[in-house]
């Protein structure tokens, strides 16, 4: 069964200092892979998404991410981190339904602090 | 452009009440999306409608939950009655998949989300 792992909890860094999550994933075919944010009391709006090409993918807000098939993970990487950046962090793996990939299974999120 | 309206955004209630929660979806978007979010927890698929037809529902507890979606539209998600167990975040959100058989863009909208009490 497809799965999703985020090893981090929490997370606290510094502003300024940069930042990785972790994900990794399990999945039989190539994985449709997405990194969501929450901010307290909001719903979860995309970051980036990853779907074939590049394995290095560029979101919103100044966000990376890394696929690394050999390592069934899609890391999310930041090089400066902002204070507003603090909310918690979900990666996605999208089950494919015949081309569509509209079923997200999350991971149990990492909540990110951010120290002045 | 609006975005996925949900309410009620509180609703506090005692166990073996009903309670129920309606979603609005972005215009247009044809697949819409009832998640369940536990605390400390990632959201988890409860029930997906491609236009009025519900098309994944194996995880929706049917013995209590029930949804609708008449019209392909609007959305409502029904727990009758409420256990303890029930207390989360129920999120709606909606998407718009192309129709010529190319696949879905993966983007799924989320509302704020309507956060359940059972006391």
């Known amino acids: 069964a497809q799965s999703v792992t985020q090893p981090d909890i929490h997370i606290t860094v510094s502003e300024g200092a940069s930042l990785e999550l972790r994900c990794n994933y399990s999945y039989g075919a190539t994985p449709y892979l997405f990194w969501y944010v929450q901010s307290p009391g909001q719903g979860l709006q995309l970051l980036l998404k990853y779907f074939s090409g590049d394995t290095l993918v560029q979101g919103i807000k100044g966000f990376e991410a890394e696929f690394k098939r050999s390592q069934s993970s899609f890391n999310l990487r930041k090089p400066s981190v902002h204070w507003s950046d603090a909310a918690e962090y979900f990666c996605a793996v999208g089950e494919n339904y015949g081309g569509a990939t509209n079923k997200l299974i999350f991971g149990t999120g990492t909540l990110l602090a951010v120290q002045p | 452009e609006a975005g996925v309206v949900q309410s009620p955004r509180y609703k506090i209630i005692e166990k073996k009440q009903p309670v129920a929660f309606w979603c609005n979806p972005i215009?247009?978007?044809?697949?819409l999306y009832w998640y369940r979010q536990n605390l400390g927890q990632g959201p988890e698929l409860l029930i997906r409608y491609e236009n009025e037809e519900a098309v994944d529902d194996s995880q929706l507890p049917k013995d209590r939950f029930s949804a609708e979606r008449l019209k392909g539209v609007d959305s409502t998600l029904k727990i009758q009655p409420a256990e303890l167990g029930d207390s989360a975040v129920y999120l709606c959100?909606?998407?718009?998949?192309?129709?010529?058989?190319?696949?879905?863009?993966?983007?799924?909208?989320f509302g704020e989300g309507s956060r359940l009490t059972v006391l």
């Open positions: 215009s247009g978007h044809n697949t």
């Open positions: 959100a909606s998407s718009l998949d192309r129709i010529n058989g190319q696949g879905a863009t993966g983007e799924l909208f």
